[in-house]
């Protein structure tokens, strides 16, 4: 008895426990459909980042941080010729109009000049903020000619409207210091290219202002986000007259465009791939039996989720998304066991039934056990999502694998008796020369290995997202006006208090002044220092001071004596200037418009302080950060390019493993299962020939390869492989069973079903399509003639005979 | 924030000169509402203003009491230019809810937005408030007593504590037509006050479109 004959023995010992087998059968894909609706999704794309260095999560935790990642910017533009102050009053009309429940927050501007609080705030607390530099500034300035200036322009203005309350900053400051404090507060600015005016952002040409709304609406959830948008386009329609142009950019955005994308191209797609699978079926099988095949594979699906659940926490949307398209090849098992069993070819039903089910088994079970230890080595991947994704196929394959080869059978058994229609398969024909076939495929083949050199990796998660030409307008028009706020890289200085990331945060402030050029540095460094700066600061403050308070007070008097100001005019300046009561601290910082911005830079985690720092992203910044992490330790850089590169070598690393991994594991379980050399390297033609020819043609077009190609290449694999085992079975052994049927129909329905995702305009969707179309598109027909063509070639039994035909059974 | 309050006061109205000492008795209240009647209806004849001012500024930062120089114009019912000609020039237009301001040569204008600018806004608010005569929207946030009545004089004391800390009161001294205001005085908390006299006034005058 060969190992095989398992299932001839199984079959047999069914046979009198039919009943018992489908109601078994049917409890278990029953429990598993009814279980999916308490299944715990989860939709977060943590899973798919390597877990296995704690950089990854650390760094995307963070990039969450950046301060507009869950804000709605709002650009309102006029008209060339327009007035700018109209722009505001708009500006601030809509503002006022953006109320909850959608928006709980809008902001124009920083709103400092309206909080006079801030100039006195700086005043008092310049000693503790100007820094060695500021003070040789204001030496330059203490030249007798500024001062009687300055002490004119201090005269003048308390005749003016704002004379009143400008009197106090006159006795306080009357050189004007607080203006070194002032551009200390442009450090804070994090929109490069707003300069304020009116308490609003406005951009360099005066003809854009920049409304920034927060909002309660999850970036998630895709109805909420539908209707706050649509709230705000009724608003603008109600408010922004003709002439000014309104743009909005939010991640809301985005997830409105995917959701509606999605929606709309699985209409399409599964229209397309309903009818294809349908057109297919009647054309290929002309039975109602042959629905047996898909039950075996939505059950499959159903039993794989289910025990997935059992074992994880909280199931993968990706998991599901991906293992639906991995699941794909689970129907060439059973249509392999359909295709030998079909109705109208058994005549002796007890007898030949389990003969061929002995028979057949050989190839389904080389082919299931193949693919789920390829699959098994997902299970080291260092993406977690990946890893579920293992177990899930594993298991579906599994299931597919013992419908297939136990359950399938009864099933056909018991629904026969009726008059059966006949299958359309593939016949003898007259045949290409091998030597043509062979030439042909090489040619081919090499053609596309060497194309496949130039195949780019995309690594970057957000460029998988769809994002049509009007958003891409308008990201392009905002970065273009208002510079890559939204884009920019992140430095985090991190201490275990908020003293020690201070200091951390000092250093790098003063590093990046020192050596980053002209880069924009965004950082609360100058208007937050340490403790410890604020002591050097102060100390600096004092000395510079007492060398020369007298001389500037002896200047004052006099030059103020002669404009008319009292001789105790400047009494309480000359006082400050001994120095503050205290220090600044971050709990006491709450000054409007400045208190915003240092909550979100700030960050409070895990017991910890990060404190954030923003340059812009460019490969200069990032070299230099890498350069120097001794110079400046304790700070994290973080940008969405850098993490994107760390995400692309770490995926196409866990990639190369993979498939070398996979490759060694067939090619051993090949040989293991044929012996012979030339059989396994066959087996390998459908997978070799799918997977270059998907490179080669990608690398042609210029599509870069993504995760989701990643995925879809195991599809190919692990189809591409039973291909190989299934007509190398047919052609080296006395084996009889419409294995090319099969194949052809596996391929075809596997390539109209998850091909016709190359119609979808979503780029995820359209990735797998892409892939599936190319790979299997290749890995079928490689299979069917290259395969029996090698055979041929030296006269192997088994091989097709020289005429073949199509035609019905 | 709190010194804006001071500011609600400086500009009142246009408006002749004379300060006199304050009477200390205050009007009985029947003839107080007469007052108000009388200015309200002379005010409600009033469609522009034009006219110069003196600002007398008595603060303890100056060692003198100098006198700047300046002009102002009013239409009804939202447009005021107050310009300040010497020792420097400098002011606002505003026009309804836009403006203007400009600091030296006054071609050189910067427009805001009424609402953002709180001083500004406040000024405006009351000088429009008492071209009005719209005492019940006075009333709200002062005690208002009729010092006399040839000229009419009041004094208005801040009912704020938050204000009663910047300013004690201001004085009102209306034309001997009561169709407005011939001179203000403005006492601060800390004892600082500030003299506005007004000069050559012109009731109902035509103006020039682009002064506003």
């Known amino acids: 008895m060969s190992g095989f004959d398992i299932f001839r023995h199984l079959y047999n010992l069914f046979l009198r426990r039919r009943l018992a087998l489908f109601l078994v059968a049917a409890a278990l894909i029953i429990i598993s459909v009814a279980s999916l609706k308490y299944i715990r999704l989860s939709e977060d794309i943590k899973s798919m980042l390597p877990d296995n260095r704690k950089d990854f999560s650390i760094d995307y935790e963070l990039l969450q941080h950046a301060p507009f990642t869950r804000k709605i910017i709002i650009n309102l533009k006029i008209a060339s010729g327009g007035d700018v102050g109209e722009l505001i009053r708009v500006a601030d009309h809509l503002a006022d109009a953006m109320t909850p429940p959608f928006f709980t927050r809008v902001i124009a501007g920083p709103a400092v000049s309206q909080d006079m609080d801030i100039y006195n705030w700086l005043i008092k607390n310049l000693p503790n903020l100007a820094t060695d530099k500021d003070l040789e500034g204001i030496k330059a300035d203490l030249t007798t000619e500024n001062i009687r200036n300055q002490l004119s322009d201090d005269y003048n203005s308390l005749f003016s409207h704002e004379g009143w309350y400008l009197k106090n900053y006159i006795k306080s400051d009357p050189l004007n210091l607080k203006a070194v404090g002032i551009k200390k507060l442009s450090s804070l600015n994090i929109i490069p290219n707003a300069r304020l005016q009116d308490n609003h952002f406005i951009s360099a040409d005066g003809k854009n202002v920049l409304l920034i709304a927060e909002t309660n609406v999850d970036i998630t959830d895709a109805g909420g986000s539908e209707e706050m948008l649509s709230r705000l386009n009724n608003l603008s329609e109600g408010i922004v007259p003709q002439g000014i142009e309104m743009s909005v950019l939010s991640v809301h955005n985005y997830t409105v465009v995917n959701a509606d994308m999605i929606k709309d191209d699985l209409f399409v797609v599964l229209t397309i791939s309903s009818l294809s699978i349908i057109i297919l079926f009647i054309f290929f099988l002309r039975t109602w039996k042959a629905l047996l095949v898909l039950l075996i594979s939505f059950s499959s699906f159903a039993i794989a ?199 951390i945060n000092d250093n790098l402030f003063r590093y990046l002044k020192q050596n980053a050029g002209d880069a924009d540095v965004t950082s609360i460094a100058s208007i937050l220092p340490s403790i410890k700066t604020q002591k050097a600061n102060r100390e600096a403050w004092t000395s510079f001071w007492s060398d020369r308070k007298d001389e500037i007070r002896r200047t004052m008097e006099e030059e103020g004596r002669r404009l008319g100001f009292s001789g105790n005019a400047f009494e309480a300046f000359f006082l400050s200037l001994n120095g503050p009561a205290s220090f600044i601290r971050a709990e006491d910082l709450s000054l409007s418009g400045i208190k915003d911005i240092l909550d979100s830079m700030i960050i409070h985690s895990d017991g910890k302080i990060s404190i954030l720092t923003m340059v812009p992203d460019t490969p200069e910044i990032k070299a230099l950060i890498a350069r120097d992490q001794d110079i400046i330790p304790g700070v994290r850089f973080v940008s969405q390019s850098y993490f994107s590169e760390m995400i692309r070598k770490a995926i196409g690393h866990d990639f190369i493993r993979f498939i070398i991994g996979a490759f060694s594991l067939i090619v051993l379980l090949l040989a293991f299962l044929f012996r012979n050399m030339k059989k396994v390297l066959l087996s390998l033609v459908p997978v070799v020939t799918g997977i270059i020819f998907m490179f080669g043609v990608m690398s042609l077009i210029h599509i870069p390869f993504n995760i989701f190609n990643i995925i879809s290449t195991i599809l190919i694999i692990g189809l591409g492989v039973d291909y190989g085992i299934f007509m190398v079975c047919k052609c080296s052994e006395d084996y009889e069973h419409d294995t090319d049927t099969a194949v052809l129909l596996s391929g075809l329905t596997t390539i109209t079903g998850f091909g016709s995702l190359i119609c979808a305009r979503h780029p995820a969707l359209h990735s797998i399509g892409v892939t599936v179309l190319l790979g299997i598109g290749a890995a079928v027909p490689s299979a069917m003639f290259v395969i029996p063509a090698f055979f041929k070639g030296k006269g192997n039994r088994g091989g097709y005979p020289d005429e073949r035909a199509i035609s019905n059974e | 924030m709190k010194q804006l309050i001071l500011i609600t006061i400086i500009l009142l109205m246009p408006f002749n000169a004379l300060c006199q000492e304050p009477q200390d008795a205050a009007a009985p209240s029947s003839d107080k509402t007469q007052a108000f009647a009388r200015i309200r209806k002379a005010a409600s004849s009033v469609r522009t203003l034009a006219g110069e001012f003196t600002q007398e500024k008595h603060l303890d930062i100056l060692k003198n009491a100098p006198v700047s120089k300046g002009r102002f114009f009013y239409k009804t019912p939202d447009c005021l230019r107050w310009e300040v000609l010497e020792p420097a020039s400098m002011g606002f237009i505003v026009k309804g809810d ?110 020039q479109e682009d002064i506003f």
């Open chain 2, 98 to 207: 836009k403006g203007k301001r400009w600091k030296g040569r006054s071609d050189n204008m910067q427009a805001f937005d009424l609402k953002k600018e709180p001083v500004i806004r406040i000024i405006s608010n009351q000088v429009f408030a008492w071209a009005r005569a719209d005492f019940e929207q006075l009333e709200s946030g002062y005690d208002i007593t009729v010092l006399g009545y040839s000229p009419v004089i009041l004094k208005l004391v801040p009912l704020s504590v938050t204000e009663k800390k910047y300013l004690a009161f201001i004085m009102l001294i209306f034309s001997a037509t009561e169709d407005y205001v011939n001179a203000i005085e403005i006492r601060e908390a800390g004892g600082d006050y500030t003299k506005i006299n007004f000069i050559d006034m012109v009731i109902n005058g035509p103006l």
């Open chain 1, 305 to 503: 989720l289910f025990s997935v659940s059992l074992i994880y926490k909280t199931v993968s949307a990706i998991t599901i998304g991906f293992g639906s398209v991995l699941l794909g090849l689970s129907d060439d098992l059973s249509l392999h066991v359909y295709f030998a069993l079909r109705p109208g070819k058994i005549k002796n039903k007890t007898d030949d039934m389990s003969a061929i089910i002995a028979e057949v088994s050989r190839p389904v079970l080389f082919g299931g056990v193949i693919t789920i230890c390829a699959f098994s080595l997902l299970m080291f991947s260092a993406l977690p999502g990946q890893r579920q994704l293992g177990a899930f196929s594993i298991i579906g394959v599994l299931a597919s694998l013992a419908m297939s080869l136990i359950l399938l059978p009864h099933m056909m058994q018991a629904s026969s008796g009726g008059k059966d229609a006949h299958s359309f398969i593939l016949r003898e024909r007259r045949r290409t020369h091998p030597a043509i076939t062979i030439a042909i495929w090489i040619l081919l083949l090499t053609g596309c290995a060497w194309q496949a050199r130039h195949i780019s990796f995309n690594g970057n998660l957000n460029a998988l997202n769809f994002v049509p030409e009007k958003l891409r307008a308008i990201e392009l028009a905002m970065s273009e006006t208002w510079g890559n706020f939204r884009g920019q890289a992140m430095i985090f200085s991190e201490g275990k208090d908020m003293e020690s990331a201070l200091e």
